[in-house]
Structures are given as structure tokens and as C-alpha cells.
């Protein structure tokens, strides 16, 4: 399994943005699927976006659509979540996470997990 470790969150006003980095340990980076989750706060995690382990293939939440792009960094060991247009509704923990299937959506088919990092957007 690859450790994971996110950073780059923060506070920010509606309609700025934010670029968070997932960064992975271990030589298998790119073999791995990986993913954004977040958890708002007194809610369930949730689905926001993944890739697959070269980059060729993208799934998006619709509600992020068009306002968030995944990309990775195979040679850094690192997954990015460009965020713009932010709105008060992103306000979660996001969490980075890393699979063995070619892509997914579904929490429990991702092994490893970072320890989150808070996003606050204030309207």
C-alpha cells in the first residue's frame, strides 16, 4: 500500500480557488488509481473525482463538473485537485485515496487514505 499525505487546504472566500497535492510514498505510485473524497461537515463522505494510474481517464461528481480538475505527477509521487469557483458548499475534510481498480467512485474499493485536509469556504 502507498501512504498518503494531503495538503494545500485552507479558507477562501466564494469564487476563489485552491490547489491541493496528495503526496504518495512508495515506488508504486503509478499503479494506482487514485481519488478525492471529501466529508462536509455533519455529513458522509463523498465521492468528488478520480483518475486512473496514467492519467488517461477522469470521473467527476456532477457537482463539480466544469469547476474542478484532477491531474497527476507520476515522477513526483503526486495527485493535484484543482478547485475554482469555489462556493460555501465545498466546505469539507478532503481526503486523498489510492485503488488498485482502473477507476472508481465507490469508497470501499480505495486501500489507502490520507489524513484529510480542511477546505473552508466562506460566502
Known amino acids: 500500500q502507498v501512504q498518503l499525505v494531503e495538503s494545500g487546504g485552507g479558507l477562501v472566500q466564494a469564487g476563489g480557488s485552491l490547489r491541493l497535492s496528495c503526496a504518495a510514498s512508495?515506488?508504486?505510485?503509478?499503479?494506482?488509481?487514485m481519488a478525492w473524497f471529501r466529508q462536509p461537515p455533519g455529513k458522509e463522505r463523498e465521492f468528488v473525482v478520480s483518475?486512473?494510474?496514467?492519467?488517461?481517464?477522469?470521473m467527476y461528481a456532477d457537482s463539480v463538473k466544469g469547476r474542478f480538475t484532477i491531474s497527476r505527477d507520476n515522477a513526483k509521487n503526486t495527485v493535484y485537485l484543482q478547485m475554482n469557483s469555489l462556493k460555501p458548499e465545498d466546505t469539507a475534510v478532503y481526503y486523498c485515496?489510492?485503488?488498485?481498480?482502473?477507476?472508481?467512485?465507490?469508497?470501499?474499493?480505495?486501500?489507502?487514505w490520507g489524513q484529510g485536509t480542511q477546505v473552508t469556504v466562506s460566502s
Open positions: 485515496a489510492a485503488s488498485r481498480l482502473y477507476i472508481s467512485a465507490r469508497m470501499g474499493d480505495f486501500t489507502s
Open positions: 512508495g515506488r508504486t505510485f503509478s499503479s494506482y488509481s
Open positions: 483518475i486512473t494510474d496514467i492519467g488517461g481517464s477522469t
